[in-house]
């Protein structure tokens, strides 16, 4: 049996003006997200995006997975194409549904006919295979106001389309309409967990990992980028770039207070990652900090951490409890990876009192026994950085960032 999959375009119908380019950038993504698995056609139409296979080898599976998560999506249906034939339509439905219509009690069907040539009007169609329904499995009966399932018939210019629920996608809205930022990436559980966030809004990935060999591990800067895999099958193409930071980090030990030092070193993180940003289009940074959760995410901490930051910092789980984020990684899929056990360059030197109301003026005055500028260039010169997509992870040379986009 022929199968097709339908997309209806949620909070995406909303956008007046705007839909069109929506629409364009969703079908853009999609495209490019159907890469490797076979032909297809993919039209829209009427609120409806049909992606529809041009041989019949194509893995449904697989584009159904790939397709629950790309952004934009609210719900899509599997359905079977048929030819615009009642008696097809009706055979199609009993068979195409079987194991749904085996598992409940009560249906009803509704029908949408835009072929208006079709030589049957919607009530007339629904009422058909209502009743071959009804006599195929004697165990069901119509239930108009709260049936267990909706048998949806399409009758469209282009083929008639069976479908039974339909599934909830990814939701948000596409990849690319929300801008370009830059999200600090740790191996923890909350870092990718916004970016995630971030890109459900819309937003293009780049990001930024502080690694500092040779206290950090090799390990732990390839678990990062198996995250940032996972995080890419939902956000699309990821360029990452990997900051080494321990020389700063000697620095900070060497001439600063030592309940200051988880501070200080946030505010070089937001000078080194704005200035990537910046290299890179990017408006904005993101973070995984929850308020409370830690020393350095008490308010007064993040305020003097903002202040090195001359772009907006964006912290999309601010508000949010562990489990909810535990939650949200399993969904994601980073779960299992992020609790590997890895050393992060923020856990190798924990001060062991650090301050939870840090002022502005103490870390300023700190500060003055470091060249700042110095220390960031130096960072940033040594920054590597991959390319992550859908096919792999690729190294790109330093000066050859973005000729080749
Ligand atoms: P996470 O689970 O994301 O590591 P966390 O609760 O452990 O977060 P911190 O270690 O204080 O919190 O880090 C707060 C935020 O700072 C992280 O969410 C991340 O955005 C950023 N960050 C921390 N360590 C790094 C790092 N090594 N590289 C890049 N960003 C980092
Ligand atoms: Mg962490």
Redesign the pocket.
């Known amino acids: 049996m022929k199968e097709t999959i339908l997309i209806k375009l949620g909070e995406l119908v909303l956008k007046g003006l705007n839909r069109s380019t929506f629409e364009a950038v969703l079908l853009k993504n999609i495209r490019r997200r159907m890469t490797g698995l076979g032909d297809f056609e993919i039209r829209s139409a009427q609120s409806t995006i049909y992606i529809i296979p041009q041989d019949e080898y194509a893995d449904m599976d697989e584009v159904q997975e790939r397709i629950g998560r790309i952004f934009g999506i609210v719900a899509y249906s599997r359905a079977c194409v048929v030819e615009k034939d009642l008696h097809a339509i009706c055979r199609a439905a009993a068979d195409y549904l079987r194991p749904q219509l085996e598992e409940i009690s009560t249906f009803k069907v509704e029908t949408k006919r835009s072929d208006k040539t079709f030589p049957y009007d919607s009530p007339a169609i629904s009422r058909e295979v209502g009743a071959y329904l009804l006599q195929q499995y004697p165990h069901l009966s119509v239930n108009v106001h709260e049936p267990d399932l909706i048998v949806r018939v399409e009758v469209r210019d282009f083929g008639a389309y069976v479908h039974g629920a339909p599934i909830a996608g990814a939701g948000g809205i596409p990849v690319g309409t929300g801008g370009k930022a830059a ?10 967990v ?1 970016a995630w966030r971030m890109a459900r809004r819309g937003v293009e990935l780049t990001a ?4 500092s060999p040779p206290y950090t591990s090799e390990l732990a800067e390839e678990k ?1 980028i198996r995250l940032l895999q996972k995080v890419g099958q939902w956000a699309g193409r990821i360029e990452m770039y990997t ?1 080494h ?1 321990a020389h700063l980090q000697e620095e900070l030990l060497k001439k600063c207070p030592e309940d200051l030092f ?1 501070i200080l070193m ?1 505010r070089f ?1 937001m000078r080194c990652a704005q200035a990537i940003a910046r290299q890179n289009d990017c408006d904005a940074l ?5 308020l409370g ?2 020393a ?2 008490t308010i007064k901490a993040i305020a003097c951490t903002d202040a090195a930051a001359g772009i907006p910092v964006f912290r999309p ?1 601010i508000g949010t409890d562990k489990a909810e984020i535990v939650a949200e990684a399993h969904r994601i899929g980073t779960y299992d990876i ?1 609790i590997e056990p890895f050393e ?4 190798v030197f924990t001060p062991r009192h650090p301050r939870t109301r840090p002022t502005l003026a103490q870390l300023e005055e700190a500060e003055q026994a470091l060249d700042i500028d110095g220390l960031v260039e130096e960072c940033l010169r040594g920054t590597t950085h991959r390319r992550i997509t859908f096919r792999g992870v690729q190294e790109v040379p330093a000066g050859q960032g973005k000729k080749d986009r």
């Open positions: 999200i600090l990436i740790s191996g923890g559980l909350d870092s990718p916004a930024i990992h502080f690694a990062v900051v930071f988880t946030r993180m993101i973070t995984g900090e929850s959760q830690v350095s995410q789980l992020s992060d360059c923020c856990t």
